[in-house]
């Protein structure tokens, strides 16, 4: 496995988690497919330039812990200070 494949497959998890789980989003077919299919293109370009590919999966891992993905659900880093303040 690819030093890449784990941040991309982690991205996945936490947009997929905050959506479905967290805020009750129907779940979307596309999400795990784009998940795959990045990770499948990241192998790929790992061979080529390997630093860059792995520090832009851990860049997109961290960018979709704080940004929102779709405008209509929050990002897991407010969802979580939201679950915080809530206890």
Do not use: C
Request: proline share 8%.
């Amino acid at each position: 496995m690819a030093r890449s494949t784990g941040p991309i497959l982690a991205v996945g998890a936490i947009t997929i988690g905050n959506a479905t789980i967290v805020h009750n989003k129907p779940f979307d077919w596309w999400q795990p497919v784009a998940v795959g299919i990045t990770a499948v293109i990241m192998t790929g370009a790992e061979k080529v330039a390997p630093k860059m590919t792995v520090a832009l999966a851990y860049l997109a891992l961290l960018a979709v812990t704080f940004t929102r993905i779709q405008p209509s659900v929050p990002s897991p880093a407010e969802s979580f200070t939201a679950w915080l303040g809530s206890r």
